[in-house]
């Protein structure tokens, strides 16, 4: 099994409509990060979070709404869903030591593909 | 200035060719560098690390030239499935999350 999963893989709605996306691991990684990424605009960060009561705004929040539910998951949500919120989202874990060699390692999910029409 | 640049490519390249690519990063303060590599529509990948004296891992070389603030990396002996983007990636400090470049685009070419 995957260590870090998303779901939907994919999904279309129309502008206007709530949508969420979620991502759970089972790396045991306190740590959690959503992206999205666009043709030409490579990976931007849209919050993260660093343990449970931890959330933090990244480099493109606006219109977005997350929620840590648990160490394991980490949902994103669209609360009004408009089409340049088109894009290839991926979830991220990574450990919290930095310890030795490739702590700082993020592993990502498959990604979700989302469409607004 | 961006924070982490990188030309986009695409470099095509035929099969046993040697290729570099290199990134440039703007915050002097930063402690980490890596390249991940993330093939078409899948998720992005580590492809290693990049420490100050350098790093090899088979066909892959990793360079750091902090004075100039840049990171390479040299693929040598081009295979068809070293096609891919190469993303370079900074860290400032373990607090704070990794910042990517927008990719190099690599086509390997028979």
């Known amino acids: 099994d995957a260590d870090v999963t998303q779901t939907p893989r994919n999904r279309i709605t129309k502008t206007g409509k709530r949508i969420m996306l979620e991502c759970s691991q089972t790396?045991?990684?306190?740590?959690m990060y959503w992206y999205r990424q666009d043709p030409g605009l490579g990976l931007r960060l849209i919050y993260y979070?660093?343990?449970?009561?931890?959330?933090n705004k990244g480099e493109i929040s606006d219109g977005y709404s997350v929620s840590r539910q648990a160490q394991a998951k980490f949902s994103l949500s669209l609360e009004s869903a408009i089409p340049n919120q088109t894009a290839l989202y991926f979830c991220?874990?990574?450990?919290?030591?930095?310890?030795?060699?490739?702590?700082?390692?993020?592993?990502f999910g498959p990604g979700t593909r989302l469409t607004v029409t | 200035r961006k924070e982490v640049e990188q030309d986009p490519g695409p470099f095509n390249v035929p099969e046993g060719a040697t290729v570099a690519f290199n990134c440039t990063y703007s915050?002097?303060?930063?402690?980490?560098f890596f390249w991940y590599r993330q093939d078409c529509r899948k998720e992005p990948k580590l492809l290693m690390s990049?420490?100050?004296s350098g790093n090899e891992d088979g066909r892959f070389t990793a360079q750091l030239n902090r004075a100039s603030q840049y990171i390479s990396l040299l693929i040598r002996d081009s295979k068809l499935s070293d096609s891919a983007t190469y993303l370079c990636?900074?860290?400032?400090?373990?607090?704070?999350?990794?910042?990517f470049g927008k990719g190099t685009r690599l086509s390997v070419i028979a």
């Open positions: 991220a874990t990574s450990d919290r030591d930095p310890g030795q060699g490739d702590s700082y390692e993020q592993y």
């Open positions: 990049v420490y100050s």
């Open positions: 790396k045991g990684h306190d740590r």
């Open positions: 990636v900074v860290s400032l400090t373990f607090l704070t999350p990794l910042v």
């Open positions: 915050n002097s303060a930063s402690q980490s």
């Open positions: 979070s660093f343990d449970v009561k931890d959330i």
